[in-house]
């Protein structure tokens, strides 16, 4: 089985911060990597699919990219709003794996 | 626009089976795609349980697959979720979801807590 692995877990930034997060893949993945976010109490909402791809409404301060076995999650500007745990997801031989979370406080 | 809508009993037994139901709105289950049930035990992190298409076709996660079993209800566009012997670990906010071409999540339910105690 692939395992996802984030990091960091949890980490702290300004508002206005550039904010990387990593998901690393056991091994080489294909290219069908997800990112979502997830407030408190809310269901998760995808941000990022098919490694590089913003889905339709995002704002344009979240990218992402990677291959392999190396993804990053990029927020280039942070905002209050952005305050949230992001999630890494891949989809492969009809299983489906997410990454452990990444905490994002704003300071 | 499409909706989704968990619903099932909130209080399970030990032992007992879990069953719950996902309503779908503004879209039809035989229309395509794939159809997911998600997991989040307290304070913890998502956790796929297994999608299903509506010709039939499951697929699951391994280490639930022998207590997991999913149908599809296309006359009142609904799938199911029954988890067999459950424990206190299975405690936890079960999401329903439509699962993309692109193998990613567009759609989810609100979420329903389902906690397993005597």
């Known amino acids: 089985d692939i395992q996802m692995t984030q990091s960091p877990s949890t980490l702290s930034a300004s508002v206005g911060d550039r904010v990387t997060i990593t998901c690393r893949a056991s091994q080489s993945i294909s290219m069908y990597l997800a990112w979502y976010q997830q407030k408190a109490g809310k269901a998760p909402k995808v941000l990022i699919y098919?490694?590089?791809t913003l889905e339709s409404g995002v704002p344009s301060r979240f990218s992402g990219s990677g291959s392999g076995t190396e993804f990053i999650l990029t927020i280039s500007s942070l905002q209050p709003d952005d305050s949230a745990t992001y999630y890494c997801?891949?989809?492969?031989?009809?299983?489906?794996?997410f990454g452990g979370g990444t905490k994002v406080e704003i300071k | 626009q499409v909706q989704l809508q968990e619903s099932g009993p909130r209080l399970v037994k030990p032992s007992e089976t879990l069953s719950l139901t996902c309503s779908v709105s503004?879209?039809?289950?035989?229309?395509?795609?794939?159809w997911d049930w998600i997991r989040q035990s307290p304070g913890k992190g998502l956790e796929w349980i297994g999608s299903m298409h509506h010709t039939g076709d499951t697929y699951y996660n391994p280490s639930l697959k022998s207590r997991v079993s999913m149908s599809v209800d296309t006359s009142n566009n609904q799938f199911s979720l029954s988890l067999t012997s459950v424990t206190a670990a299975d405690t936890a906010v079960y999401y329903c979801?439509?699962?993309?071409?692109?193998?990613?999540?567009?759609?989810w339910g609100k979420g329903i807590t389902v906690t397993v105690s005597s």
């Open positions: 503004g879209y039809s289950l035989s229309s395509g795609y794939f």
């Open positions: 997801q891949h989809f492969a031989r009809n299983s489906l794996t």
């Open positions: 098919k490694a590089s």
């Open positions: 979801a439509r699962l993309q071409d692109c193998f990613c999540m567009d759609v």
